[in-house]
Structure formats: structure tokens, C-alpha cells
């Protein structure tokens, strides 16, 4: 499958600082009047990577799973270095590794990581950018945990798939564990009997579907069971590809995704039961699971269900002509009052398919969101929220710990290195394929 990626860089004459972290800088400096959700950001990661949750911005609630990887203290000299002194140090090291090296930078990533990518691009796109360079010793994946397992399930064997601080993880991931996905199967035995049995119209009662932001052992558990990865573009022709194979659908890690597209597909909220890991039966009675259509596990995305419809109310009150474009892991009622929703691919097509000045109000990350308004400056864009409030995990690659990597990898030592065992692997991959091969 070929992907297409994008070069956003802000042009020479754009008047916004697409940086988020400049942002954040002025407003603890006292320069900016904005909000942040929360002042520590501007302190480097290394300050809060040691604490239990996920450290300060939109996540900060969330608590990581015992067992996470946690990333050991960066060497001085890169938590010293002035931002410049890191560019250049990066700029060299990529300099002195030539083709050896591929640099992958999510479209929620800090700008002043992104600038150093190679491609920029979502989770899936940028595990297909690696696939276009088999020859490269290493991929720095400047994203999340779950996105550079991705990269090493599609990668080859003798590749390295590094990610430059172990702590960025995806709190969203994190809230599907293999633990729990397996204790959630085993009641759901209990209640429909065979899962491996079709009926007598040859479907089985339940297909499990994963979102892409899922750890490499959720994937392998849906690989094991019949089920599929979904992507937030394709999660539509997904569900119709498990619904001609199953009673039902076991949805998972985000409620919001699952219920967003399957609502959009006719399916009624009261067929939509949710499952809380923590409660018997998700919470759920038996009868409500035997008459759903989609079981949606308890969890969700820190940053897109800060978007409410209160922020839409209000830029269409500022901004009578305003189009609202959102993520479908928004909240069901966020979506619902947006003139669209979509993948973050989705939104950057639209806006740069728009022939006329348009007002954009964007629910999604607020990285991509600020690279947009200055690649577009054409367009007005902004962010629904107007708290200045990063994914605070992808926020950990500082270009400290870029450095680092790339340091590392020109003296002949592999750091960082994410690896998915064989036994998870092989499932993992059966389910991308099946995405892959699904057809809308
Ligand atoms: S934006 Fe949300 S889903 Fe994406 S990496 Fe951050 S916490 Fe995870």
C-alpha cells in the first residue's frame, strides 16, 4: 500500500510560530496571555518523566500501566543544550548517517522535532515510509509506543525501530491491556457460548477490532481471534468487514471511534453497550450484551475529549461562516454538532482542497493544528480548545532525547531499540493484512 506524506514546513513570510513549545515558553515567561493546561510543559520531559502519571498537559489524569517502559535520565549535556546547539547537533548526526537513517515525525509532534523528519504523516503512514526504505539500519520513530511497534511489525527483521524517549506512550492504548482484553473474552465466552462457532447464517457472535492505537499484543490478540486493525479512515469499511463475519463487534481501546462510526452506519446507541474493564461484565447486563451490535471498550483519547460543543457554539458565534472539522475521537456530541468529521489525513485534504479564504475551527491536536494555520495562511485556522494543550506524551520526544538517538547511532550503539516478539508478531501482522485487504 502506497501512502502519501506530507513536507510541512513553515514557508519563509508565515506569520505564525507554529510552535507549540514557543507558545507554551511565552505564556510561563509572562510574553503571552494565552493558557496552557498546565505550566510544567515548558520544563523539558526529563523533569516529569519519572512521576506515576503521564505527566503534566491533557493526560495528566491518566496513570501508566505498571510494566511501562520508562526512559532512563538523558545525559547532561543534551538537557542543557540550547535549542539551536540540539538543531545543529541533530542536523549533523543525520548528516554523518546519510541513507542509514529514517526519521519519522507523527503529525502531532512538536515542531521542533518535525522539522528534523524525514516524512510527517499519521501512525500507519509513517509505518509505510519505513517499508519505502529497506536499505536504512534505523527508524526514529519521533512519535508514540504503539506507532513504533507498528513500524517494527512492518519493518525488516535487521532494521532498528527506535523511539527516542521510552516514556511516550499513548495513554489511549495503555487503557486496552492485554490482561484485561483477555479477562473481557473469557465473560464473553460465558455469555455466547463457542466464540469460534458460526451460527447458522456462518457468523461467529463476536469479531474483536482494534484501533490502530492499540500495543503490538492487542493487535496479536485480535490476530488470534478473527479480528482486524482499523485505522480512524477506514474504521467504516473495518466494521462492515466484521459484520459480515460476526453477530457483533468487540471495539477497542477508543469508545469514542467505535461509537462515532458505528452510529454513523444506523447502528443505535441502545445496541452500543460499554465495557469497563474494571466493572463484572464491562458493566454491562447480560441482556444488553446479547442484543449489541458493537461493544465499546472504556477508553479514550486525553486530548480529543477535551473538545466540547460549547467551543463549536462559540466559533460559530465569533465566526458565523466557519467550517468545524473534528476528529472522530471526539465525543459523540462533538462530532455530531461539527459540519464534518474525519482522520487527521481527512482534515488536512480539506483544508487544502478549500479554493477560497475559509475559517477552519479544528478539534484535533494542537501541533498539527498550528503547522496547518502556517502552512495555509491563506485559510484562517485555529483550535477549538483554546487552551494551549499538547498530547503530552508525544510531547516527551524533546529534540534532547532526537539527539541522543542519532548521537548514539553515529558512534555504532542502537539506543532505544522497540522490538515485538515473534509470537506477538506473526498475529499482529495477520490482522494489519486484513485491514489491508479489506475493501470498502
Ligand atoms: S493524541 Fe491521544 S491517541 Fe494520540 S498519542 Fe496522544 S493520547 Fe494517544
Not at 301 to 321: G, L, N, Y
Amino acid at each position: 500500500m502506497s501512502a502519501t506524506f506530507l513536507t510541512l514546513q513553515p514557508r519563509p513570510g508565515d506569520e505564525i510560530d507554529p510552535s507549540v513549545d514557543h507558545g507554551i515558553q511565552a505564556i510561563v515567561s509572562g510574553a503571552s496571555t494565552a493558557e496552557t493546561c498546565n505550566t510544567d510543559l515548558a520544563a523539558g520531559p526529563w523533569d516529569f518523566d519519572a512521576r506515576p502519571g503521564y505527566g503534566p498537559g491533557s493526560s495528566m489524569g491518566d496513570v501508566i500501566p505498571t510494566g511501562a517502559p520508562r526512559q532512563g535520565e538523558l545525559p547532561a549535556e543534551y538537557r542543557a543544550a540550547s535549542e539551536d546547539e540540539l538543531h545543529a547537533r541533530i542536523r549533523a548526526a543525520k548528516a554523518a548517517l546519510g541513507e542509514r537513517v529514517v526519521v519519522l515525525g507523527h503529525f502531532y509532534q512538536r515542531e521542533e522535532v518535525v522539522t528534523h523528519a524525514d516524512y510527517v504523516g499519521d501512525s500507519f503512514q509513517l509505518a509505510n515510509a519505513a517499508l519505502e526504505h529497506p536499505d536504512a539500519e534505523a527508524i526514529v520513530f519521533c512519535g508514540v509506543h504503539f506507532m513504533a511497534e507498528t513500524a517494527d511489525l512492518l519493518s525488516r527483521p535487521e532494521q532498528a525501530v527506535i523511539l527516542p524517549n521510552l516514556a511516550a506512550g499513548c495513554s489511549m492504548a495503555d487503557m486496552a491491556s492485554i490482561d484485561d482484553v483477555e479477562e473481557c473474552w473469557e465473560q464473553l465466552e460465558d455469555i455466547y457460548g463457542d466464540l469460534t462457532a458460526p451460527d447458522a447464517d456462518g457468523l461467529v457472535p463476536v469479531v474483536p477490532v482494534t484501533y490502530m492505537n492499540s500495543s503490538a499484543a492487542i493487535k496479536g490478540f485480535v490476530g488470534r481471534h478473527g479480528g482486524i486493525v482499523c485505522t480512524s479512515s477506514n474504521a467504516r469499511t473495518v466494521l462492515e468487514w466484521a459484520f459480515a463475519r460476526g453477530r457483533r463487534v468487540l471495539f477497542f481501546p477508543d469508545q469514542h471511534l467505535g461509537r462515532n462510526t458505528a452510529k454513523a452506519m444506523g447502528v443505535p446507541l441502545a445496541q452500543m453497550p460499554m465495557w469497563n474493564p474494571r466493572k463484572p461484565l464491562g458493566g454491562s447486563s447480560a441482556d444488553e450484551l446479547d442484543g449489541a451490535r458493537v461493544i465499546l471498550w472504556h477508553g479514550f483519547c486525553s486530548v480529543h475529549r477535551r473538545f466540547t460543543v460549547d467551543q463549536i457554539d462559540k466559533a460559530r458565534a465569533e465566526h458565523p461562516d466557519v467550517r468545524v472539522i473534528v476528529h472522530p475521537e471526539c465525543p459523540m456530541a462533538v462530532v455530531d454538532a461539527a459540519d464534518e468529521a474525519g482522520s487527521t489525513d481527512y482534515i488536512r485534504k480539506a483544508i487544502a482542497a478549500a479554493s477560497e479564504p475559509t475559517t477552519f475551527a479544528i478539534g484535533t491536536e494542537i501541533n498539527l493544528v498550528q503547522r496547518l494555520a502556517a502552512q495555509f495562511p491563506q485559510h484562517k485556522i485555529f483550535c477549538l480548545d483554546p487552551v494551549v494543550c499538547p498530547c503530552s506524551t508525544m510531547y516527551r520526544i524533546h529534540p534532547g532525547y532526537l539527539a541522543w538517538v542519532l548521537e548514539r547511532l553515529v558512534a555504532g550503539e542502537v539506543v532505544n531499540r522497540i522490538t515485538v516478539p515473534a509470537d506477538v508478531a506473526d498475529p499482529a501482522r495477520v490482522a494489519l493484512e486484513r485491514m489491508l485487504a479489506a475493501k470498502p
